[in-house]
């Protein structure tokens, strides 16, 4: 449990007005993505839901949303994953250990963890998605009595694109979680002694009550219906699956209508929705 000690992030005079936080480790996971670990003042925490999001803002260049990767079971610092595709993200990648970026938020719909409490919980993660996914699966290792069954499928492109590879070595070897993984392709040069295909060839082969899970996914676009179309066949109901939608998310309070879906705003009523919710929107393309 967070530490009583540890006071509640709350905004300035405005919620608008990002707080200081200070970058405090950074570790490299691959050649675009990197961890960055960011301390509040004054003993502050985040106190966040899994799924939330921030916006960072680094001074002279802008800000941008991004997924909060760390469980709010952890005291003191959070952490996030920042893949280096923009302006924003090329400047936050640019800076060093001791530097200061601006804070708003936690924002957002994360996963409901009350709603979802006594299941049995399957992750499913492409690509940078498992971020978002990764503070909802350390939420639950560390409540352990409060979920049944974990299961975590993780897929990327190929092995050089793995994030958390340390984390992923003690999930593979945990007796509390079941953990498997694959790669759509494996370049020269690359070693790699797992399976090989797009994450969904490794759906058929769990075995699971459907009736008594449910599905949490966070991922690349185009991997959401082929992942729906396998949980279905394995008698997965739509109302037992949760998905994670970040992408065109801007300003963070449904302003600037980048993130719209229909009468939706995945900055608001997301980035986290129960899949009927989106299951008819052509926009979410789910």
């Given at each position: 449990?967070?530490?009583?000690?540890?006071?509640?992030?709350?905004?300035?005079?405005?919620?608008?007005?990002?707080?200081?936080?200070?970058?405090?480790?950074?570790?490299?996971?691959?050649?675009?993505?990197?961890?960055?670990?960011?301390?509040?003042?004054?003993?502050?925490?985040?106190?966040?839901?899994?799924?939330?999001?921030?916006?960072?803002?680094v001074?002279?260049?802008?800000?941008?949303?991004?997924?909060?990767?760390?469980?709010?079971?952890?005291e003191?610092?959070?952490?996030?994953?920042?893949?280096?595709?923009?302006?924003?993200?090329?400047?936050?990648?640019?800076?060093?250990?001791?530097?200061?970026?601006?804070?708003?938020?936690?924002?957002?719909q994360?996963?409901?963890?009350?709603?979802?409490?006594?299941?049995?919980?399957?992750?499913?993660?492409?690509?940078?998605?498992?971020?978002?996914?990764?503070?909802?699966?350390?939420?639950?290792?560390?409540?352990?009595?409060?979920f049944?069954?974990?299961?975590?499928?993780?897929?990327?492109?190929?092995?050089?694109?793995q994030?958390?590879p340390?984390?992923?070595?003690?999930?593979?070897?945990?007796d509390?979680?079941?953990?498997?993984?694959?790669v759509?392709?494996?370049?020269d040069?690359?070693?790699?002694?797992?399976?090989?295909?797009?994450?969904?060839?490794?759906?058929?082969?769990?075995?699971?009550?459907?009736?008594?899970?449910?599905?949490?996914v966070?991922?690349?676009?185009?991997?959401?219906?082929?992942?729906?179309?396998?949980?279905?066949?394995?008698g997965?109901?739509?109302?037992?699956?949760?998905?994670?939608?970040?992408?065109?998310?801007?300003?963070?309070?449904?302003?600037?209508?980048?993130?719209?879906?229909?009468?939706?705003?995945?900055?608001?009523?997301?980035?986290?929705f129960?899949?009927?919710?989106?299951?008819d929107k052509?926009?979410a393309?789910?």
């Open positions: 449990m967070r530490s009583p000690t540890r006071k509640r992030f709350e905004h300035g005079t405005s919620e608008y007005q990002p707080i200081e936080g200070q970058i405090v480790w950074i570790d490299n996971h691959t050649d675009e993505d990197k961890l960055f670990v960011i301390d509040l003042p004054d003993g502050v925490s985040l106190d966040h839901d899994p799924g939330q999001f921030v916006q960072l803002f001074p002279g260049v802008g800000e941008a949303p991004f997924s909060i990767a760390s469980s709010p079971t952890n003191g610092p959070f952490e996030l994953c920042i893949r280096a595709v923009g302006n924003v993200t090329n400047a936050i990648h640019d800076m060093e250990a001791g530097d200061v970026v601006g804070i708003r938020g936690p924002y957002g994360g996963f409901d963890v009350d709603a979802i409490a006594g299941e049995n919980l399957l992750c499913i993660a492409g690509g940078i998605g498992l971020a978002p996914l990764r503070s909802v699966i350390n939420y639950a290792l560390d409540r352990p009595g409060e049944g069954d974990l299961t975590t499928l993780y897929g990327c492109t190929e092995p050089a694109e994030l958390f340390d984390e992923l070595e003690s999930w593979a070897a945990s509390v979680m079941a953990y498997r993984e694959t759509d392709e494996v370049p040069g690359q070693a790699w002694d797992g399976p090989t295909g797009v994450i969904t060839s490794l759906i058929p082969p769990l075995d699971f009550d459907p009736e008594s899970t449910v599905a949490l966070c991922g690349p676009p185009v991997m959401y219906r082929f992942v729906i179309k396998a949980l279905r066949e394995k997965l109901a739509d109302d037992r699956i949760y998905l994670s939608l970040e992408r065109n998310m801007h300003c963070g309070r449904g302003l600037c209508g980048h993130c719209q879906l229909n009468e939706l705003y995945v900055c608001l009523d997301g980035p986290v129960h899949y009927p919710t989106v299951r052509e926009e393309e789910v």
